[in-house]
């Protein structure tokens, strides 16, 4: 079993729609990050987060410590918001990641 | 703007060679990372480096060498002893080893 683990693996969407991507992990962590990769390979970071909820724009991540589980939710789904989202955690000071949600949005 | 810069973009290789791909920040940040990445598979750590003229071996290190003369560079060398080198390849950085990793946009290095 893997230390990260992300569903759904692929997501397709329509313009518009509210989407969620779930990340469960488990190892004990300070933080789990949510990064970005758009197709051409390049990775953003999104988030870091410890605990409780952050919000970017259209983009909402939750954790919740006890569960050892985070979500990222876009809200009003744009075809810009294709990209594969990947949740990482750092037992340690290294980061283990999550393989990784496809999301693709149909105009 | 600050950032971290690979090159090249694409890089072939040839069996039996070795190759080094580049990897350049001027965030002035101590940590520095290479990942692999293969199709339906998270990022997997191949060295990393904390400081200057330190560095450790990641989970996948076999069939690589890095180096870490200065703050700013990171190269990564893919050896002959590298039997799948085929993937894509993404170098990070962190201001410590706990902050949050800033990518590169990747090398994809393929096998001719």
């Known amino acids: 079993k893997n230390e990260v683990e992300q569903s759904p693996q692929n997501l397709t969407a329509q313009e518009g729609e509210f989407i969620t991507i779930n990340c469960s992990y488990s190892v004990g962590i300070s933080a789990l990050h949510w990064l970005q990769q758009h197709p051409g390979g390049g990775i953003v970071s999104l988030f870091m987060l410890s605990s409780g909820k952050k919000k970017h724009g259209r983009l909402i991540a939750t954790i919740n410590i006890q569960e050892k589980h985070s979500s990222l939710h876009i809200t009003a789904s744009h075809p810009r918001d294709s990209a594969v989202y990947i949740c990482?955690?750092?037992?340690?000071?290294?980061?283990?990641f999550g393989a990784g949600t496809i999301l693709r949005v149909k105009s | 703007d600050g950032g971290i810069t690979q090159s090249p973009k694409y890089l072939f290789r040839k069996e039996g060679q070795n190759v080094t791909l580049s990897c350049e920040q001027n965030?002035?940040?101590?940590?520095m990372y290479w990942y692999r990445q293969d199709p339906g598979q998270g990022l997997r750590l191949i060295y990393y480096s904390q400081i200057v003229n330190d560095f450790q071996k990641g989970d996948i290190a076999e069939g690589y060498s890095v180096s870490r003369e200065k703050k700013e560079s990171f190269p990564l060398t893919v050896t002959s002893a590298q039997k799948n080198p085929t993937a894509f390849y993404l170098c990070a950085s962190s201001q410590g080893v706990f902050g949050p990793q800033h990518f590169g946009d990747g090398t994809r290095l393929s096998i001719l």
């Open positions: 990482a955690a750092p037992p340690g000071n290294k980061l283990v």
């Open positions: 965030l002035n940040h101590d940590a």
